[in-house]
């Protein structure tokens, strides 16, 4: 009886730090998304797309490159997130067949379907990361998508969500640690929550330092004015050839 009432405790805690953290993350990508890795790495592959697409003739093949290291990734955690779920699948049901005694809705069953539920989770978010990467591809190469500001915003949303999804699926393999755990009882699940937050919290968050040496205004300030519609239609003075590299916003990043 106090091992189940330590579980009815410690167990429900224990997912509720989890969810809290990850909602407190998800409000400050929101909110305030330089503050945070995740949204930092949004913009930086925002600009990436747009440098990328600037020539598309002459960084495509760099463009597709990148993008099959990332898919071979989400690849990679896909295979392992699906081969895990069978294996658990196989020894739970060896085990039902062996024990009369143990039902498919016992206590023991509830932990082997939760962490089978974590590895299906980041299967299918690794799918769709590939799916999203595999669209990115051949859009990105697409020369006449050049001087078209709105479908480069597109390719560039479509980057981050396969990169958002890969992300979520990551966060089903932290949590199918915490699951795992439990079987061990409920104080290792809860201590395992505990400190996957706070490991997290300091991979998740960018130092003060970081966000100045990258210059947080500057991702604003090339969207504004470095894109492929003002250089079509020029409206600015040439600069003498002395001051060039003065005023330019090279120097400011």
């Known amino acids: 009886m106090e091992k189940e009432q ?4 410690l167990v429900p805690l224990g997912l509720l730090v989890f969810l809290m953290y990850h909602i407190w993350l998800v409000y400050s990508i929101v ?14 592959r925002h600009q990436w797309v747009f440098a990328m697409m600037s020539e598309p003739m002459k960084n495509g093949v760099l463009a597709v ?19 895990l779920s069978s294996l658990i699948g196989i020894f739970a049901s060896s085990t039902w067949s062996d024990d009369t005694s143990s039902t498919p809705f016992g206590h023991s069953s509830i932990k082997h379907i939760s962490v089978t539920i974590c590895f299906l989770i980041a299967f299918l978010c690794n799918v ?15 020369p006449t998508l050049r001087d078209k500001r709105e479908y480069m915003e597109y390719i560039a949303v479509t980057l981050n969500r ?17 699951f795992f755990l439990w079987i061990y009882g ?19 968050t960018t130092a003060k330092i970081t966000r100045n040496i990258i ?4 991702f604003r300030k090339e969207r504004g004015t470095h894109d492929v519609e003002s250089s ?16 330019s916003d090279v120097n400011h990043v």
């Open 128 to 142: 769709q990361s590939i799916r999203y990467y595999c669209h990115v591809s051949f859009l990105i190469t697409a």
């Open 65 to 83: 490159q990148t993008i099959r290291n990332n898919i071979m990734a989400s690849t990679l955690l896909s295979t392992t997130a699906i081969t």
């Open 186 to 204: 409920p104080i290792a699940m809860f201590a395992c929550c505990c400190l996957t937050c706070l490991v997290l919290f300091f991979l998740d």
């Open 162 to 178: 396969g990169s958002h999804a890969w992300s979520i699926g990551l966060r089903a393999f932290y949590l199918s640690f915490a």
């Open 6 to 9: 330590f579980e009815l405790v």
């Open 215 to 218: 210059h947080s205004n500057s």
């Open 31 to 44: 909110h305030n998304p330089l503050r945070t890795v995740i949204g930092l790495n949004a913009e930086s």
């Open 232 to 247: 079509a239609e020029p409206d600015y003075h040439p600069l003498p050839a002395n001051n060039l590299y003065q005023n």
